[in-house]
């Protein structure tokens, strides 16, 4: 496998064609996506980014090979912070379970566009000023330590997000949703709906999950070919994954502080870089030993249920 112009555009069509298959035949009507179609492709896309991973192996060498898995499972875990911001969007907004998986598809499209950009822009920046990997090293402690005093409940506020409030002056928007659609026309007039607003919403908050995860997996790797493809597999399997865990996101609690010390483990291995190279096998090692921690002590020791007030 050679990392060529060609092989690059070869994989973005493989990527596109995956999506449109999904998007065009498999989910062509809005419906709301069951249990068990969501484990069944959570299963598809897990097994086909394993495949891929083992075609680095075997075409790029154990290093490659091993920097993609921690690279994917990185991202992966991460993905589950914006995975809870989604349902709190979707809560928000009332969003109908029918349409929430065509927003996460076209929300999931821009993903893939605009991390794309900041790979290529940080690997090149990376490359060229090596300081810059000691900053990035203390941003990501300085994010881990954030993370984990921040209590882990996001909060939802449309009226504070700039490119949100940017569309509702410019833009006129109908007060209720117009089935699945993004735009109407009614008297000559385009009007966005509340779902495009919706959409707005996830790729903005996106944009500020992606300042956590990229240079995340930049510290794994600096091949921009493996940043940016176990990128692209972990985002392929986001939307199967948000209607797999849904209901039992919630549960995960203490996964919150497992993210953030596998962020400052991050950052302390790129800090000490130029005196010793951690191995990536004990990379792997000790990013898979959180998260199986965090997840099992999580279900251990649920979280209390809170008691509500006693009016006096």
Known sequence: ????????????????????????VFNRKAHVVTMREALSWSAFWIALSLSFNYLVYRTMGPQAGLEFLTGYLIEKS????????????????QVPQQYQHKILFW????????????????AALLAKFHFLMYVLGAFLVYTGIKMATSGGEPQIDPDSNPVVRFLSRHLPITSKLEGGKFFVRKEKLLFATPLFVVLVMVETTD?????????AILAISRDTFIVYTSNVFA????????FALAGLMKLFHYLHYGLSLILIFIGGKLLIAEIYVLPMTISLGVVGLILTLSVV?????????????QVP
Do not use: Q
């Open 297 to 309: 002590v999580s279900l251990l020791f649920p979280k209390a249920a809170e008691v509500p007030k």
């Open 107 to 122: 929300g999931i499209i821009g993903a893939l566009v605009l991390r794309a950009i900041f790979i290529l822009a940080g």
């Open 207 to 215: 944009v500020i999950f992606a300042a956590d995860s990229i240079p």
């Open 78 to 93: 991460l993905s589950v912070d914006n995975l809870f911001v989604f349902l709190l969007i979707f809560t928000y907004f």
């Open 235 to 242: 985002l392929l399997g986001l939307r199967a994954l948000y």
């Open 1 to 24: 496998m050679e990392n060529t112009p060609l092989f690059w555009v070869g994989f973005n069509i493989f990527v596109l064609a995956m999506l449109m298959l999904d998007l065009l």
